[in-house]
């Protein structure tokens, strides 16, 4: 595999790690220090903001993040499946 996808896949990884650490700090201050008084999602605020809902419900999200998601694991699936059969 080329150096430079697995750079983008480590930051990937890294960005969807923070994401899951802020989002449990939150859960924790609201749930569990009542510091946090306001549960619902920072972005859509129609929702309580819970792992489920930012990976894959957010509607804000939907609009553009989802989708280039979506598409970026197509292309690599594009490129695996072709590098294996040997299209070019
Ligand atoms: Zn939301």
New binding site residues.
Partial sequence: MPAIIIIIVVIIIIIIIIIIIIIIIKCYATKILNTETDSK???????D?TIE??IS?????AKEKYIKRHDRVCAQLHFNICKETGVQ
């Fill in positions: 999602c920072r972005l859509c605020q129609q929702f903001e809902h930012i419900t957010c509607p804000i999200l």
